[in-house]
């Protein structure tokens, strides 16, 4: 098994505020993160898929294909967007590093028809990320 | 779908302290050949980083593993206070019989994070340099369980 890794970058604001706790608590939990009007992160994504390169073509997936489904189900969806408000698929949920890599892995995942998803790893920042894949792997390759 | 998917939270940290790669096992000149500059008497120092991450449910209120400030004041008090700008070899007791090697160092350093009361440690990495890095997920027998 190969796996190969693509990289891209994108920017948002978000906020963490749970409607159901009350002003104080959430301070308490969230911090600045719970600034009224949101702030916002370069976030970088890695996407590793692992697969038998093809014969033919030598390629687990074509990379060129891979970037066409991060473009529409990540980036047209998240960059330059407020994670709170305008990502349909985040509604109801705080929009953390562990949800995010959530809910692009659920966004990913039935896309990749060549290969299969391994590892989605998102940075919020240098210091802070998230991995998500499937249990049972250690999510470096071995099962 | 969610249940079948496992989430990490991955946190950096960084701390700088000296080291002396030395073995009192082995001869003046066996030091040398085997540590080299590493040998070097009085020491020498790295600006490290430490990654943990640490894995367990996301937590439907806060969307969490774990609380970045629970984490940050838990690593803050064992690890980096004790080994930020310190000599590895003259201040942390565990270096007073092992060799301060970064592979050394991340079992030294999850030793001290295991017990996070939180959620799961499952592995510590390790950059010496920019260059070198180095991982450590316990042992199966250690049992390293929240």
Not at chain 1, 48 to 62: N, Y
């Amino acid at each position: 098994m190969v796996l190969l890794t693509r990289k891209i970058e994108f920017s948002a604001s978000h906020r963490y505020d749970n409607p159901k706790l009350s002003a104080e608590e959430n301070r308490r939990i969230f911090g600045k993160c719970n600034n009224p009007h949101g702030h916002g992160h370069n976030y970088t994504l890695q996407v590793t898929i692992e697969g038998e390169p093809d014969p033919v073509t030598g390629m687990v997936l074509d990379l060129k294909e891979l970037k066409e489904i991060l473009e529409r189900e990540v980036m047209q969806r998240m960059d330059h967007r407020h994670l709170n408000y305008e990502v349909a698929e985040l509604a109801g949920q705080i929009p953390t590093c562990e949800n995010i890599a959530r809910v692009i892995w659920q966004l990913l995942e039935p896309k990749i028809k060549q290969g299969r998803l391994h590892r989605v790893r998102l940075y919020e920042s240098p210091d802070l990320f998230a991995d998500c894949y499937r249990n049972g792997t250690n999510g470096a390759g071995k099962s | 779908m969610s249940s079948a998917l496992k989430i990490e939270l991955g946190r950096r940290y960084h701390f700088a302290a000296s080291h002396r790669l030395h073995s009192a096992h082995l001869s003046e000149e066996e030091n040398c050949r085997v540590f080299g500059k590493c040998n070097n008497p009085h020491g020498h120092g790295h600006n490290y980083v430490v990654e943990v991450s640490m894995s367990g449910d996301v937590d439907a209120a806060t969307g969490m593993i774990a609380n970045l400030i629970d984490l940050d004041a838990f690593v803050e008090r064992q690890v980096l206070e004790e080994l930020d700008h310190k000599s590895l070899n003259e201040d942390v007791p565990a270096f007073r019989e092992k060799v301060p090697t970064t592979e050394n160092l991340c079992i030294e350093i999850f030793q001290r994070l295991k017990s996070f009361p939180k959620a799961k440690l499952e592995r510590i990495r390790v950059e010496e340099t920019g260059n070198n890095s180095f991982e450590y997920a316990g042992d199966d027998l250690e049992g390293n369980q929240p």
